[in-house]
């Protein structure tokens, strides 16, 4: 019923920045956690960025200090600030949402609303 689509993706020079967005629709209820992962060629979903509106946020290692997750619950609409690009965060990036905490929420199994991703390509 919920559908998850990304944009904001593209061709990026390292130290740039871009934001992308995951706007849900179809749904009947509002998703209060929400999370960003990216998973490059030949490897695993990683985990990006995560928000529970009223709680708090949380980042992955990889990505603290230069990304930032928001959202704009009046559009559907959740967001994630990408700072400071490295050609290492290349990767297709997909938003994820749960009416409830993960067990782990860096483990993309755990979650099971899915977007078709957006492509984040940086060159050096």
């Known amino acids: 019923q919920v559908q998850l689509v990304e944009s904001g993706g593209g061709l990026v020079q390292a130290g740039n920045s871009l934001r992308l967005s995951c706007v849900a629709s179809?749904?009947?209820?509002?998703?209060?956690?929400m999370a960003w992962f990216r998973q490059a060629p030949g490897k695993e979903r990683e985990f990006v960025a995560f928000?529970?509106?009223?709680?708090?946020?949380r980042y992955g290692d990889a990505v603290k200090g230069r990304f930032t997750i928001s959202r704009d619950d009046a559009k559907n609409t959740v967001y994630l600030e990408a700072n400071t690009l490295k050609p290492e965060d290349s990767a297709v990036y997909y938003c994820?949402?749960?009416?409830?905490?993960?067990?782990?929420?860096?483990?993309?199994?755990?979650?099971?609303?899915w977007g078709q991703g957006t492509l984040v390509t940086v060159s050096s």
């Open positions: 179809g749904g009947t209820i509002t998703y209060t956690r």
């Open positions: 928000s529970w509106r009223g709680v708090g946020v």
């Open positions: 994820a949402a749960s009416p409830s905490t993960p067990n782990n929420i860096y483990n993309s199994t755990q979650w099971y609303i």
